[in-house]
């Protein structure tokens, strides 16, 4: 059977969720490349495999899917079923919940930070810091919920790591990268679950695609 594919460019956070648990299922994968600032994403080709334009895509057989969070839940049903919980019920329904609150929390809160204190200098945008200073409140209202969360077990669903855990990684990734991750610390089992993400293969391999500045710096932009 080919290996499946997926397409996208490596720096983006949400190439990242679907890239990181594609590597917890440690099945084989290929990578297609495209460039964002080539416009690959707006081609025919691509909006034929996702309408919306966005990445990234997984091509499975017969099977393209579309959908950062759906491409993990995927894969690991297929591949790696332990890390949703699956015939878990309740387990599961952990994993849903937290995947959810990542969603709809932290990552509309981490992208703005992300992208005024590190995509802007590069893109000829002012830093808003009046943006940053707002979504900063917010994350410092969120992330004592993860401390309570976390100082009662070791990752978000149980005491293994599940899809919830995986889906943070793409976003926390960038937001650590800012000078605001000292935020982080205040609150010591958030620092430990961050530290055991970082300490997983997984998250090093794709890590490695992942420079800190999106590859603006080193002009290795997509």
């Not at 990445?55 to 950062?68: F, H, K, M, N, R």
């Not at 808003?128 to 900063?136: R, Y």
Request: hydrophobic share 45%; charged share 25%.
């Amino acid at each position: 059977m080919a290996p499946m594919k997926v397409y996208g460019w490596a720096v983006s956070p949400w190439m990242a969720r679907a890239l990181v648990c594609l590597e917890e299922a440690g099945v084989e994968y290929e990578v297609v490349p495209m460039s964002r600032c080539g416009g690959d994403h707006r081609r025919p080709e691509h909006l034929a495999r996702n309408p919306f334009g966005e990445i990234p895509v997984l091509e499975d057989g017969d099977l393209t899917l579309y959908q950062s969070r759906a491409i993990a839940r995927y894969v690991l049903r297929k591949y790696k079923p332990e890390l949703v919980k699956e015939g878990d019920l309740e387990g599961s329904a952990m994993v849903d919940v937290w995947m959810e609150v990542e969603a709809n929390n932290i990552e509309p809160t981490l992208w703005p930070i992300v992208r005024h204190c590190i995509i802007g200098q590069y893109v000829g945008r002012d830093r808003d810091q009046a943006v940053i200073d707002e979504n900063l409140e917010k994350l410092r209202m969120l992330l004592p919920v993860y401390e309570a969360r976390l100082s009662v077990c070791k990752y978000l669903a149980g005491d293994d790591i599940t899809a919830a855990d995986l889906c943070h990684f793409g976003f926390m990734r960038y937001f650590m990268a800012t000078e605001y991750a000292g935020v982080v610390d205040a609150f010591p089992h958030v620092k430990a679950w961050w530290d055991a993400l970082l300490a997983r293969p997984s998250v090093q391999k794709v890590m490695a695609g992942m420079p800190p500045d999106f590859g603006y710096a080193s002009g290795n932009i997509p």
